[in-house]
């Protein structure tokens, strides 16, 4: 059996190296982005599936664990960020905490619940709690149902940092992305992400090992839902709403896609397949419903023909791990 | 008690439709190792074709009992043959994947050109009106529906447990290669076996076009409970989906007189305290 990701490529320190390099790249293209003219709503909104991307796939890349449900931490913090700001009128530090806490108490319990099976009974399950989550958020008062929480206040982080100017907003959003990116980076080359990507090659093998390969995917799907909810939380602030979209298993289907367009288990592909993504959502608006055949398209297309993504054909051409 | 027991016939109705879609979905699961996503939008097609044939053609609901299942089963082979059949040997998230992407085409195609409100089907003369049965009125269209999704189920049950090719099938399941040696074309029969459970998947799609109007999205949150009734059930047993399909049905039916809150969830709940109390499934094989 083919395994999810390329793993002729090895991890050496000078490909650490180059990640780090890119990384800089990276950091300093995205930063310049306020100067060139380029519509910064759309980075920001960009950059917030990028981190959501980024979070799924530490979960299917490296845990090889497919979350068809990841939506859920996404609309989950959305909605509980949204509520401490405009309801309790807390500052943004804490609003955004709110909602990583709830993204993290979210992922205690389905983790708990999902964790007991495997392979695609993993995906079917993620999928039918979140829609679980869809139906008690359209019921529950608190998220206005249809409507959504909107309007929600932007603030002064800190005190100081008002996030009402695009701006300031858009290098708060840009750090927080970085971190994010920053922290999954790490996560992945501890020993914990080593010992998450023997299970991936050969569960039963880790087994014999000693190592309780249960309690890593759990922790893996933790880390990955916390994070899920960082990106929620950031979104807030962006769309200034939260509503059912973000809870929807469309929304889930959309951030398998941008990961498998990246390339499944590549540091950077997540980002480019969520900013290829967005950019075609935006371009292709005014198409109407023809946005979901092309999307399926392209999932028809990546799996048939085009398995390791952007990134992971790139990488697979030079030989290393980016 | 007349509600409850309306709420009861509503609950096996959409029991019937769980059965016959997750047993269609635990035969492909067993012979292509695929979860088929587009289970509901195949399903829809089903109930479209029915009404393209009723409207275009003026051929009556019999004859789309028989002719949409056999054009959807069609269709299905169809994509087996050009996509499905290239992810043998991968790991069996790609086929849920692809699965997923055929099925956002084929609903938005349908989105484009009808929209997302439903369009009516008539409901056939010989099953109009209604039988009082002293403690309940049944609408007979509602009965048959019953009646017959039963029948379904149980010969599709008989052909794979009980007769020759099924024994076939079953061997295939178990060990492709070997039963290959035997002479037995299995790319045929995997071919043969995604279209019958997309067939089945038709057929519950026909049923359901006079009770629930035909739309293009009918399939897309169905095919999400139905997944939560194939976990809880368990994809090794066909009688074990079969049950486990008009059960789910009838105890959210029971629950929507009870508690119409829980009604959307009652599944979804049910499915979180399978997994708690017994991780494998009702069935109890391992995945």
């Not at chain 1, 990116?181 to 050969?202: A, C, D, H, Q, T």
């Not at chain 2, 055929?102 to 009516?120: E, W």
């Not at chain 2, 052909?159 to 040696?181: D, H, S, W």
């Amino acid at each position: 059996m083919t395994a999810l990701t390329d793993d002729t490529l090895r991890v050496t320190p000078r490909a650490m190296r180059d990640e780090m390099v890119l990384f800089a790249v990276m950091a300093l293209l995205l930063a310049a982005v306020p100067f060139t003219g380029v519509y910064p709503f759309f980075v920001m909104q960009a950059l917030c599936f990028a981190l959501l991307a980024c979070a799924f796939n530490l979960l299917i890349g490296y845990g090889g664990l497919l979350s068809f449900g990841h939506a859920m931490f996404l609309g989950t913090a959305g909605y509980c960020s949204a509520h401490a700001l405009k309801v309790w009128a807390l500052p943004p530090e804490l609003g955004i905490l709110v909602g990583i806490v709830a993204a993290f108490a979210l992922s205690l319990v389905t983790g708990y619940i999902s964790i007991r099976r495997q392979g695609i009974y993993f995906s079917m399950i993620t999928l039918a709690l979140s829609q679980l989550l869809y139906f008690i958020y359209l019921q529950a008062p608190f998220t206005h149902g249809e409507d959504g929480i909107q309007g929600i206040p932007q603030g002064h982080m800190f005190g100081v940092l008002d996030l009402s100017k695009p701006t300031m907003l858009y290098y708060v959003v840009l750090v927080g992305f970085l971190a994010g990116f920053l922290l999954i980076y790490r996560i992945i080359n501890s020993p914990f992400g080593e010992v998450l990507k023997s299970i991936r090659e050969n569960e039963p093998r880790a087994i014999s090992l000693g190592y309780r390969t249960d309690q890593y995917k759990f922790l893996a799907f933790v880390l990955s839902g916390t994070l899920a909810g960082f990106a929620g939380a950031l979104k807030v602030f962006v769309a200034q709403n939260a509503s059912l979209t973000d809870v929807h298993w469309s929304m889930s289907g959309e951030v398998v896609l941008m990961t498998l367009v990246g390339g499944l288990g590549t540091i950077f592909g997540p980002v480019v397949g969520a900013f290829v993504i967005i950019a075609m959502q935006q371009y292709l608006a005014g198409f109407g419903q023809w946005v979901t055949v092309i999307q399926g398209s392209i999932f028809v297309i990546c799996v048939l023909t085009f398995r390791r993504g952007v990134i992971g054909e790139i990488a697979h051409y030079f030989r290393r791990s980016f | 008690m007349q509600a409850l027991y309306a709420q009861l016939l509503v609950g096996l109705i959409n029991g019937s439709f769980y059965a016959l879609l997750s047993l269609g979905l635990a035969v492909i699961f067993g012979m292509l190792n695929i979860i088929n996503f587009a289970h509901g939008a195949l399903y829809m097609m089903g109930a479209f074709v029915a009404y393209f044939l009723l409207n275009i053609g003026g051929i009556s609901y019999w004859w789309a009992l028989l002719l949409a299942p056999v054009i959807v089963g069609i269709f299905g082979m169809i994509l087996e043959r050009t996509m499905l059949q290239w992810l043998t040997g991968l790991d069996h998230l790609y086929g849920l994947l692809l699965t997923f992407g055929i099925a956002l085409i084929v609903q938005g195609v349908f989105q484009n050109y009808f929209g997302s409100s439903g369009l009516p089907y008539a409901i056939p003369d010989q099953l109009k009106g209604g039988m009082n049965l002293g403690f309940m009125f049944l609408p007979v269209y509602r009965g048959w529906v019953v009646i017959f999704s039963l029948v379904v189920c149980l010969a599709t049950w008989f052909l794979i447990e009980k007769t020759r090719l099924g024994a076939y099938l079953r061997a295939a399941t178990e060990n492709p290669t070997l039963v290959r040696a035997f002479g037995i074309n299995v790319p045929r029969m995997i071919t043969l076996t995604y279209g019958l459970g997309v067939g089945l998947a038709a057929l519950a799609g026909v049923l359901s076009a006079p009770i629930n109007q035909v739309r293009p999205l009918m399939g897309a949150d169905l095919i999400i409970v139905v997944f939560a009734v194939v976990v809880i059930g368990g994809m090794g047993s066909i009688m074990g989906s079969i049950i486990t399909g008009f059960a789910l049905g009838v105890i959210e039916g029971l629950t929507k007189y009870f508690y119409p809150e829980a009604s959307n969830t009652v599944v979804f709940v049910l499915m979180v305290l399978v997994l708690l109390v017994k991780p494998t499934g009702l069935t109890g094989r391992a995945a």
